[in-house]
């Protein structure tokens, strides 16, 4: 090959194209595995952060709506059993009614 920037045969231009194409795998391969350490860097400091500071975020808040809830359904569990007790007291005054309106329905349709 001579001394100026441009091939000047064929065999010139294939020579520089073999060597380009033998160099790229190389620079790729270079690349990614920069990009991989970049990349698994940037996740451990993404992973400390999270487990040093928003972690402990989430599991107190999680802690004090679990505290907070207990109480809530503490206080209102007497109001709600009272409640409770008053519709299954109705209901078992409508069942009787439930069903003689049944079996009444049934009579009028057979007649």
Do not use: H
Request: glycine share 6%; hydrophobic share 35%.
């Amino acid at each position: 090959m001579s001394g100026s920037s441009l091939p000047q045969n064929m065999d010139e231009a294939k020579d520089i194209g073999e060597k380009a194409l033998t160099g790229f795998p190389v620079i790729f391969r270079g690349l990614w595995q920069n990009a991989k350490s970049v990349c698994g860097e940037i996740w451990q400091r993404v992973k400390g952060f999270w487990f040093r500071y928003v972690d402990p975020l989430i599991i107190n808040l999680k802690e004090r709506i679990k505290s907070f809830l207990t109480r809530e359904v503490e206080k209102r569990k007497p109001a709600a059993e009272e409640e409770f007790e008053k519709e299954k007291q109705e209901f078992k005054q409508e069942i009787p009614d439930i069903g003689r309106n049944f079996w009444q329905r049934i009579k009028d349709l057979v007649k």
